[in-house]
């Protein structure tokens, strides 16, 4: 009986642990969001050639991606934003960095040499 109450309480600390830790760290979360961007990954960016990720994912949705008067009701802004950790990772798999467009004439990932 006594090894019960044990366990018991092994368990109530460990869920009182947890409940804490996802109050602080958002975890459950953060770990939805990241299931998400697996997903994202998995399905579509994972499959991509590395013409179709060097880009400068952040300036092209400043550009293209959003609704700019609608920004705050746009109904994919959350697809939008997955999709686009999942490219930023992938790019720093992929070329060891995230691209960053260093004017509006240079689209292209410099080549592969980069040290990781």
Not at 9 to 28: A, F, G, I, P
Request: hydrophobic share 30%; charged share 40%.
């Amino acid at each position: 009986m006594s090894e019960y109450i044990a366990k018991t309480r092994v368990l109530e600390e460990k869920e009182k642990k947890d409940k804490l830790q996802n109050k602080l760290y958002h975890t459950d979360e953060i770990k939805e969001l990241m299931n998400d961007i697996v997903k994202d990954y998995i399905e579509q960016v994972a499959l991509m050639k590395d013409e179709e990720i060097s880009y400068d994912r952040g300036a092209w949705i400043s550009e293209f991606g959003y609704d700019k008067h609608n920004y705050k009701n746009d109904k994919h802004r959350y697809e939008v934003d997955v999709h686009s950790c999942a490219i930023i990772i992938e790019q720093i798999r992929r070329f060891g960095r995230i691209y960053y467009e260093i004017s509006h004439n240079h689209h292209k990932l410099e080549e592969k040499n980069i040290t990781k």
